[in-house]
């Protein structure tokens, strides 16, 4: 049974919702001080560590229709965000419903300041990390059971939520618990600061967290996988070359995490998927007790629709016929003849085909391009209750995601890995999809950001795949509506960052637009 400890916030009354972020606000959750809540229950310290893992899949903690901060409770969350800016924007997913803004992301043109899903991810960072700064700055003064593994949770977790702010706007704040309550607007911080900051704060956190920890939250191979992604990354953030780094923390999930590539990939993506021991580090979903709009609620039934598909096979009972894939994706097994149900590659099979165009001719039309049917709210064996809200976890880290990135940094010219070790891993990957292995000749970097297409789509990685390999500005890759053209055109330089809300400019001058916007 799927272990609720990070949700059981949800009846823990000692936390305040915040009104609003417009000011780049660093108001605590906690409006008694920490003695205070100690006093009244032990537990609180756990409740509100609680309530930070939260923050990435929930709107707030008052249900789903209810947020934390001043911005839409359902469009909002932080999970929601990670979607729409990662998968939205590059060459897999579209959506159709053209909402204000959202058009603008899915065919990756006309960013602006004013854009609201920009702010609704920039707002979430600067939630979260007042938040832990505020737990870091009592912590070291009061006595709590096992109280340097929560310091390194903690850190953990603003080290992730400034992680995103590092690769999506490349700048903001430095806000730390050295200067939690400042009441004099922070100067801005470069991509440079920030890097060394996140880099510092895994080092130590992967030093002192645990090697295992309840589901769902951190451990030492989570921190090692941020760690990891943040090295690898190194060249677009800081102009450095760190895939040696990187290396010898993707080694240290393998060869020390004791995770397996679970057999059944579909089992990835369903709703008992806490069984997994694949997944390294998850955002937890249950229908009952955290319920969302914006954790895989906004990846099942946004993908569905009753026009076309039977919504009950895959454990929902609400389609909102908004995301299909593009043949950016699906084209990447090998064409239409390649796609659904007849598929010998099992990721392959994840599209709804039956009543839809191979081609994206209007993104707004729902039956142009295949939904993707690779998350679900039904069980791995098909079993399981119809719900208007996701128990799917999110698999924020996995396995699978481990070896790929073991394998470019390999032919990236890393040190300490080697080429027949790669190729292994790739073909673990494709085996268990039952997908043709490769040879040595085969294993290149185009292969590499194709195969993570194919096995890593629609899990927030997309966008930083394709700038990474220097393919997602410019014309020397497109794909279906980029540039806001039905087959493809160059995007500037600059949309490699967007851009920085305007909102956030005007609450803080030290802050300055991202150059380009």
Known sequence: MKNKIIYFFMSLMLISNVSCI??????????????????????AVRGILSRLYASFALSGVQGPDKSDISDNAGESPFLRGIVN??????????????????DQLTTTSRWDENNKFFRYLFNRVYFTVPQCNNLLSILPNIDVENKEGIISEVRFLRALAY???????????LAT?????NSSPLPEASRKELYDFVEKELIAAEAALPQT???GQASKPAAQMLLAKLYMNAEVYINEDHYTDALIYIKKVIDDGGYTLDENFVSLFSADNFASTEIIFPLIADSDVSQSYGNTTYIVNGC????????????????????????????LFGGESNVGPGATDDRAKLFWTSGHNYEMNDYKEWKDGYPAIKFRNSNADGSGIATSFSSTDFPLFRLADAYLMYAECVLQKASGGDEATALKYVNDVRERSNATPINSTQLTLDFI?????????????????????????????VWPWKGNVAEGTSIP????RFPIPLQALQANPNLSQNEGY
């Open 22 to 43: 417009d000011e780049l606000d660093t108001k605590p959750l906690v409006e008694l001080s920490l003695d205070e809540l100690l006093k009244q229950d032990p537990d």
């Open 85 to 102: 800016l990662q998968d939205f924007t590059a060459d897999g997913m579209k959506n159709r419903w053209g909402d204000d803004g959202l």
């Open 163 to 173: 992680y995103y702010l590092i690769d999506t706007f490349g700048k903001g704040v």
């Open 177 to 181: 618990e050295e200067n939690f309550g």
């Open 213 to 215: 920890n309840n589901y």
């Open 304 to 331: 569905l629709s009753s026009e076309t598909m039977t919504l009950a096979d895959y454990g929902a009972t609400d389609g909102w016929a908004g995301h299909r894939a593009t043949k950016g994706w699906y084209g």
């Open 449 to 477: 950001l194709d195969e993570r297409g194919r096995e890593l789509n629609l899990e927030g990685h997309r966008r930083s795949d394709l700038i990474r390999f220097k393919k997602f500005t410019g014309g020397s890759y």
């Open 493 to 496: 330089e600059h949309y490699k």
